[in-house]
Nanobody, 122 residues
Framework: QVQLVESGGGLVQPGGSLRLACAAS????????MAWYRQAPGKQRELVAS???????NYVDSVKGRCTISRDNAKNTVYMEVNSLSPEDTAVYYC????????????????WGQGTQVTVSS
């Protein structure tokens, strides 16, 4: 079974920064894209940033220029740093990974972390 464990959430002051980490563990063959999503109260879950196994990145417009996603393939870990935080960034942040569990399956399955709360408030 594949598990994703997030860390790094909490209370942050406006203008501050946060760094989230998500480590994948368990038995699997490879991980393709890893991503961070967020869901604010009363809103749909949205993609914040993603990174492929080759390092190509993608960001939602609202975080472009103040967000950096990175990964350590040897540790099966994805990181995201967001700067210049505002109350609009308050949400539960979820890690997502496309995982090829079996070497010969050729198919990927989506896995989610349990979510970590980020609250931006003074």
């Amino acid at each position: 079974q594949v598990q994703l464990v997030e860390s790094g959430g909490g209370l942050v002051q406006p203008g501050g920064s946060l760094r989230l980490a998500c480590a994948a563990s368990g038995r699997f063959f490879s991980i393709n894209t890893m991503a961070w999503y967020r869901q604010a109260p009363g809103k749909q879950r949205e993609l914040v940033a993603s990174i492929t196994s080759g390092g190509s990145t993608n960001y939602v417009d609202s975080v472009k220029g103040r967000c950096t996603i990175s990964r350590d393939n040897a540790k099966n870990t994805v990181y995201m740093e967001v700067n210049s935080l505002s109350p609009e960034d308050t949400a539960v942040y979820y890690c997502n990974a496309e995982v090829q569990v079996y070497m010969y399956s050729g198919t990927y399955s989506n896995y989610w972390g349990q979510g970590t709360q980020v609250t931006v408030s003074s």
